[in-house]
């Protein structure tokens, strides 16, 4: 079965930088719809970016321009660049997959519902 493992969380100061990685194992790689997701205290559960198997990116509007998402196929990992940090992006961060083999709308990249696969998070805390 697919495992991730997300790293790369801490501590930062607004208008730091902060790289996540997540490791994959368990399925071919480039078969994979990934994602990253994040969770406010309080707050519902969020689309941040992701990215189709076929390498189409969708970001979240509040992080557009400041985050990327990127994939290492020969490590088999998923990154998350996050620059320009903001105390409201503060929140546990979880990688997540999919390999349905249906099509993935890229709208959907954003949506919680459509990943069955999740990482424990990694908490990404940014002060004032």
């Known amino acids: 079965q697919v495992q991730l493992e997300e790293s790369g969380g801490g501590s930062v100061q607004a208008g730091g930088s902060l790289r996540l990685s997540c490791a994959v194992s368990?399925?071919?790689?480039?078969?994979?719809?990934m994602g990253w997701f994040r969770q406010a205290l309080g707050k519902e559960r969020e689309g941040v970016a992701g990215v189709r198997r076929d390498g189409t990116t969708r970001y979240a509007d509040s992080v557009l321009g400041r985050f990327t998402i990127s994939k290492d196929n020969a490590k088999n990992t998923l990154y998350l660049q996050m620059n320009s940090l903001k105390p409201e992006d503060t929140a546990m961060y979880y990688c997540?997959?999919?390999?349905?083999?249906?099509?993935?709308?890229?709208?959907?990249?954003?949506?919680?519902?459509?990943?069955?696969?999740w990482g424990q998070g990694t908490q990404v805390t940014v002060s004032a």
């Open positions: 368990g399925y071919t790689f480039s078969r994979l719809h």
């Open positions: 997540a997959a999919d390999f349905s083999p249906g099509q993935m709308y890229e709208w959907l990249l954003l949506d919680t519902q459509r990943y069955n696969y």
